[in-house]
C-alpha cells in the first residue's frame, strides 16, 4: 500500500476514532489536534512544491525560495496557492469541529490512545516527511572521503584551433518531446537539426541538477548545484563555488570573450553571480536587453520572448564573428517554462493537440523549437559556420506543467546534441551518461580536457553514472563535499567592512551586508535577509541563549533592542555578542572599517535579559518610507 494512501487512512481514522469512541480529555485533544494540524501543513507545503517542481519536496524548491526570486513569473502560480491555503484553513477547521464533537462522558481511554497512535503514523507516513527528513539527511552527513578521488580540475587552456562556441539552454526542453511515436510533429524543425548532430540520446538528470541554476553548474562545471543547508548565501556572496574551474573558466583563460542572453531577470536564483565568478564578462538578462528590444511591451511573466532573445542572439553571433574575436555565446531560453509554457507572435505552429485536445506546454515546445531551429539555420547559412560548434541541451527535466503526467509514462531524458561546423556528423550515442557530462564533452570538442569536475567526455572518457550503478546515492552522499566547494569559511578574527560595496570580508571571502554570521567553534552560518526569509530580527531570535553572533545592519535596527539612542544614527553598527547579555555595539562612521572579532569581554548573561531580548527582536519593525 503506498505511503500516501496509509497517511491518509491514519489521518481519516484518527479523526473518526476519537470522535466517536474516544474518552474526552482536553490533553489528548490539543495532542490528537496539533499532529493532525502537522499532518495538514505538511501536505500543504508538499502539494505546493509539487505544483512547482513535480516532484514533492526537493533541493530545487530549497535552493530556489532561499536564493533572489527577482525577475521569477511567480504569476500564474500566486492563485493556486492561494487556493491550497484557503483549503487547508478549510480542512483543518472542519478537523477541529468534528474533533470537538466528542462529548463528556463515555468513550475509553484505550481509543484515545489509538487515535492519538493513529494522529503520529499519519504525519509518519506522509510522503513529505520522508521528501524532508531525506532532504535534511542529505545536508547533515559527513561527506564521502572519496569525492576527490573522482572530482578532475582540468587544464585552463585549449589547444590547437578553438572554434567559436554557440551553446542554447532550452527551458525544459527535454529528449522526451523528440519522440516521434508519441508526439508526432512536435518537435519537427528542431528534429531535422538534430538529426545532422551528434545525439546524446541517454542523459540523464542526476540529483542537485534538476532545476535552471542547477542544470548549468552541472554543464558547465560537472559538479551538482547544493548550498548550506539554509541556502540563501548564493545571492548574497561575492562569487559562486570559488574553488571549480568551470567551462567559461576554460574559454576565458583561452583567449574568449564569454557572452550569455536570457529574456529572463539575471539576479534570478543567482544566475548573474555564478556567470560573473565563472569567466563571463558580457551578460545580457531582461533589464539589460531593454535598449536592444524592437517592442518593448512585447514580452511574457519571465521577460524576452524567445524569438525576441535569439534573434538578440543571432546579431550579436554576426557581429562578433564579422569582428574575427574569438568567442562563446550561451543563451538560455523561457517560453517553455512551466506551468502552461508562452506563445511567442512570430510561431508557424502555435497549437499543439494531444488526445484530441489542446495542451498547452506542449505548443509551447512546438512554438519554442521553431525560434530555436531557426537560429541554427542562420548560423548555417550565415557563411561563419565553419569555425562555429553548436551545443543545445535542456536545462533540466520539463516541471509539473500541463503535459507532465504524459511525460511522466516514458524514459525521460535530457537533451544534449552537438553540430560541428568543420565536419558533417550524424550519429546517435546511447552511452549513459548525465547532465555533469555537457561541459567535459563540449571541452573535448573545443580542444580541451576531457573531464570537468565530476563530468567526463562522452566521446573519449567513461561518465560516472556507467562507472556507478547507484550514482544518485553517490551524488547524495557527496553531498557535504560538493558543498565544502562554496569556502565557507569556519573561523573568523578580523574583518573588513566596505560600506559603499555593502560588504563584509573576512578569511578570503566577502558576503553582502547586512547579515548576521552565528559563530561555534570551527562553523560560521551566515544568515541574510533574502526575499521570502524571515527578517534578520526574527532569525536572530531563534538563537539560543550563549549562542555567539556578530550582527551588522543599521542601527536603528538595534534601537529599540538594546539601545535607544542609535534611532537617530543613519550609519551601520556590528554587534558581537550573545542573547543573554548586552553585545559590544560599534558604530562605523568611516566607508572602511576594520575590527576584529573577541567574546573575552562579553559580561555574564542570565535568562531574564535573555527572554527580553528575544522578545524585543521579534516585535515587528516599523515601516520605512
Same mark, same amino acid.
Given at each position: 500500500?503506498?505511503?500516501?494512501?496509509?497517511?491518509?487512512?491514519?489521518?481519516?481514522?484518527?479523526?473518526?476514532?476519537?470522535?466517536?469512541?474516544?474518552?474526552?480529555?482536553?490533553?489528548?485533544?490539543?495532542?490528537?489536534?496539533?499532529?493532525?494540524?502537522?499532518?495538514?501543513?505538511?501536505?500543504?507545503?508538499?502539494?505546493?512544491?509539487?505544483?512547482?517542481?513535480?516532484?514533492?519536496?526537493?533541493?530545487?524548491?530549497?535552493?530556489?525560495?532561499?536564493?533572489?526570486?527577482?525577475? &521569477?513569473?511567480?504569476?500564474?502560480?500566486?492563485?493556486?496557492?492561494?487556493?491550497?491555503?484557503?483549503?487547508?484553513?478549510?480542512?483543518?477547521?472542519?478537523?477541529?469541529?468534528?474533533?470537538?464533537?466528542?462529548?463528556?462522558?463515555?468513550?475509553?481511554?484505550?481509543?484515545?490512545?489509538?487515535?492519538?497512535?493513529?494522529?503520529?503514523?499519519?504525519?509518519?507516513?506522509?510522503?513529505?516527511?520522508?521528501?524532508?527528513?531525506?532532504?535534511?539527511?542529505?545536508?547533515?552527513?559527513?561527506?564521502?572521503?572519496?569525492?576527490?578521488?573522482?572530482?578532475?580540475?582540468?587544464?585552463?587552456?585549449?589547444?590547437?584551433?578553438?572554434?567559436?562556441?554557440?551553446?542554447?539552454?532550452?527551458?525544459?526542453?527535454?529528449?522526451?518531446?523528440?519522440?516521434?511515436?508519441?508526439?508526432?510533429?512536435?518537435?519537427?524543425?528542431?528534429?531535422?537539426?538534430?538529426?545532422?548532430?551528434?545525439?546524446?540520446?541517454?542523459?540523464?538528470?542526476?540529483?542537485?541538477?534538476?532545476?535552471?541554476?542547477?542544470?548549468?553548474?552541472?554543464?558547465?562545471?560537472?559538479?551538482?548545484?547544493?548550498?548550506?543547508?539554509?541556502?540563501?548565501?548564493?545571492?548574497?556572496?561575492?562569487?559562486?563555488?570559488?574553488?571549480?574551474?568551470?567551462?567559461?573558466?576554460?574559454?576565458?583563460?583561452?583567449?574568449?570573450?564569454?557572452?550569455?542572453?536570457?529574456?529572463?531577470?539575471?539576479?534570478? &536564483?543567482?544566475?548573474?553571480?555564478?556567470?560573473?565568478?565563472?569567466?563571463?564578462?558580457?551578460?545580457?538578462?531582461?533589464?539589460?536587453?531593454?535598449?536592444?528590444?524592437?517592442?518593448?511591451?512585447?514580452?511574457?511573466?519571465?521577460?524576452?520572448?524567445?524569438?525576441?532573445?535569439?534573434?538578440?542572439?543571432?546579431?550579436?553571433?554576426? =557581429?562578433?564573428?564579422?569582428?574575427?574575436?574569438?568567442?562563446?555565446?550561451?543563451?538560455?531560453?523561457?517560453?517553455?517554462?512551466?506551468?502552461?509554457?508562452?506563445?511567442?507572435?512570430?510561431?508557424?505552429?502555435?497549437?499543439?493537440?494531444?488526445?484530441?485536445?489542446?495542451?498547452?506546454?506542449?505548443?509551447?515546445?512546438?512554438?519554442?523549437?521553431?525560434?530555436?531551429?531557426?537560429?541554427?539555420?542562420?548560423?548555417?547559412?550565415?557563411?561563419?559556420?565553419?569555425?562555429?560548434?553548436?551545443?543545445?541541451?535542456?536545462?533540466?527535466?520539463?516541471?509539473?506543467?500541463?503535459?507532465?503526467?504524459?511525460?511522466?509514462?516514458?524514459?525521460?531524458?535530457?537533451?544534449?546534441?552537438?553540430?560541428?561546423? =568543420?565536419?558533417?556528423?550524424?550519429?546517435?550515442?546511447?552511452?549513459?551518461?548525465?547532465?555533469?557530462?555537457?561541459?567535459?564533452?563540449?571541452?573535448?570538442?573545443?580542444?580541451?580536457?576531457?573531464?570537468?569536475?565530476?563530468?567526463?567526455?562522452?566521446?573519449?572518457?567513461?561518465?560516472?553514472?556507467?562507472?556507478?550503478?547507484?550514482?544518485?546515492?553517490?551524488?547524495?552522499?557527496?553531498?557535504?563535499?560538493?558543498?565544502?566547494?562554496?569556502?565557507?569559511?569556519?573561523?573568523?578574527?578580523?574583518?573588513?567592512?566596505?560600506?559603499?560595496?555593502?560588504?563584509?570580508?573576512?578569511?578570503?571571502?566577502?558576503?553582502?551586508?547586512?547579515?548576521?554570521?552565528?559563530?561555534?567553534?570551527?562553523?560560521?552560518?551566515?544568515?541574510? =535577509?533574502?526575499?521570502?526569509?524571515?527578517?534578520?530580527?526574527?532569525?536572530?531570535?531563534?538563537?539560543?541563549?550563549?549562542?555567539?553572533?556578530?550582527?551588522?545592519?543599521?542601527?536603528?535596527?538595534?534601537? =529599540?533592542?538594546?539601545? &535607544?539612542?542609535?534611532?537617530?544614527?543613519?550609519?551601520?553598527?556590528?554587534?558581537?555578542?550573545?542573547?543573554?547579555?548586552?553585545?559590544?555595539?560599534?558604530?562605523?562612521?568611516?566607508?572602511?572599517?576594520?575590527?576584529?572579532?573577541?567574546?573575552?569581554?562579553?559580561?555574564?548573561?542570565?535568562?531574564?535579559?535573555?527572554?527580553?531580548?528575544?522578545?524585543?527582536?521579534?516585535?515587528?519593525?516599523?515601516?520605512?518610507?
Amino acid at each position: 500500500m503506498p505511503t500516501e494512501t496509509l497517511s491518509i487512512g491514519f489521518f481519516l481514522a484518527a479523526i473518526i476514532l476519537y470522535s466517536a469512541k474516544a474518552k474526552k480529555n482536553k490533553y489528548v485533544f490539543f495532542l490528537v489536534l496539533f499532529l493532525l494540524g502537522i499532518y495538514i501543513l505538511l501536505n500543504l507545503i508538499r502539494v505546493a512544491s509539487n505544483y512547482f517542481t513535480g516532484a514533492g519536496i526537493n533541493d530545487s524548491v530549497l535552493y530556489t525560495v532561499t536564493s533572489s526570486l527577482t525577475g &521569477a513569473g511567480l504569476g500564474k502560480y500566486i492563485l493556486p496557492f492561494a487556493g491550497f491555503l484557503l483549503a487547508s484553513l478549510l480542512v483543518f477547521a472542519l478537523m477541529s469541529w468534528l474533533l470537538l464533537l466528542r462529548k463528556s462522558g463515555g468513550g475509553r481511554n484505550a481509543y484515545s490512545l489509538l487515535a492519538l497512535l493513529l494522529a503520529a503514523g499519519a504525519v509518519i507516513a506522509t510522503p513529505a516527511s520522508r521528501e524532508i527528513a531525506g532532504l535534511v539527511k542529505s545536508q547533515m552527513a559527513n561527506g564521502d572521503t572519496d569525492f576527490h578521488v573522482y572530482y578532475k580540475t582540468p587544464n585552463k587552456l585549449l589547444s590547437g584551433n578553438s572554434p567559436n562556441l554557440i551553446y542554447i539552454y532550452a527551458e525544459s526542453l527535454e529528449r522526451t518531446y523528440f519522440d516521434q511515436d508519441n508526439f508526432a510533429g512536435l518537435t519537427t524543425a528542431l528534429n531535422s537539426q538534430k538529426d545532422n548532430s551528434i545525439d546524446f540520446s541517454n542523459t540523464a538528470q542526476l540529483p542537485g541538477t534538476g532545476y535552471t541554476i542547477a542544470g548549468m553548474v552541472a554543464s558547465q562545471c560537472g559538479i551538482p548545484l547544493f548550498a548550506p543547508f539554509d541556502g540563501n548565501a548564493s545571492s548574497s556572496l561575492s562569487t559562486f563555488y570559488p574553488r571549480d574551474i568551470c567551462l567559461g573558466d576554460i574559454l576565458r583563460a583561452s583567449g574568449y570573450d564569454n557572452y550569455f542572453y536570457q529574456g529572463a531577470d539575471l539576479a534570478f &536564483a543567482g544566475k548573474g553571480l555564478f556567470l560573473k565568478s565563472h569567466g563571463f564578462d558580457h551578460i545580457y538578462g531582461f533589464q539589460e536587453l531593454k535598449g536592444l528590444v524592437k517592442d518593448p511591451d512585447y514580452r511574457n511573466e519571465w521577460g524576452w520572448y524567445d524569438d525576441t532573445l535569439l534573434d538578440l542572439v543571432y546579431d550579436k553571433f554576426i =557581429d562578433l564573428s564579422r569582428n574575427k574575436q574569438r568567442f562563446a555565446l550561451f543563451a538560455l531560453t523561457v517560453d517553455t517554462h512551466h506551468p502552461d509554457g508562452y506563445i511567442s507572435q512570430s510561431c508557424v505552429n502555435r497549437s499543439y493537440q494531444y488526445d484530441n485536445a489542446e495542451n498547452s506546454s506542449l505548443s509551447a515546445v512546438a512554438c519554442s523549437q521553431e525560434h530555436i531551429a531557426r537560429l541554427i539555420k542562420r548560423i548555417r547559412e550565415s557563411g561563419y559556420f565553419k569555425n562555429t560548434v553548436i551545443v543545445v541541451s535542456s536545462d533540466h527535466l520539463a516541471m509539473n506543467n500541463t503535459a507532465y503526467d504524459i511525460l511522466n509514462q516514458h524514459d525521460r531524458k535530457d537533451l544534449f546534441f552537438i553540430i560541428r561546423g =568543420d565536419r558533417d556528423e550524424r550519429q546517435v550515442s546511447n552511452v549513459k551518461r548525465s547532465t555533469l557530462d555537457n561541459g567535459a564533452t563540449v571541452l573535448d570538442v573545443m580542444g580541451g580536457d576531457n573531464y570537468i569536475g565530476l563530468g567526463r567526455s562522452s566521446l573519449s572518457g567513461t561518465s560516472l553514472s556507467t562507472y556507478f550503478l547507484n550514482i544518485d546515492d553517490k551524488i547524495t552522499a557527496w553531498i557535504p563535499d560538493v558543498i565544502r566547494q562554496w569556502d565557507f569559511p569556519t573561523r573568523i578574527k578580523k574583518y573588513k567592512i566596505d560600506v559603499n560595496d555593502k560588504t563584509i570580508g573576512f578569511s578570503g571571502v566577502k558576503f553582502k551586508i547586512p547579515l548576521i554570521l552565528k559563530i561555534d567553534h570551527n562553523n560560521i552560518e551566515p544568515m541574510f =535577509d533574502v526575499y521570502l526569509s524571515a527578517p534578520l530580527k526574527q532569525q536572530l531570535a531563534k538563537l539560543n541563549a550563549k549562542d555567539k553572533f556578530l550582527w551588522i545592519d543599521d542601527c536603528n535596527k538595534m534601537a =529599540d533592542v538594546w539601545d &535607544a539612542s542609535l534611532s537617530q544614527v543613519s550609519n551601520y553598527c556590528v554587534a558581537v555578542g550573545n542573547l543573554s547579555t548586552r553585545p559590544q555595539i560599534v558604530r562605523i562612521d568611516s566607508d572602511v572599517y576594520r575590527g576584529k572579532v573577541s567574546f573575552k569581554k562579553l559580561p555574564a548573561g542570565d535568562e531574564a535579559q535573555f527572554q527580553q531580548t528575544v522578545g524585543r527582536l521579534n516585535l515587528t519593525d516599523p515601516p520605512t518610507n
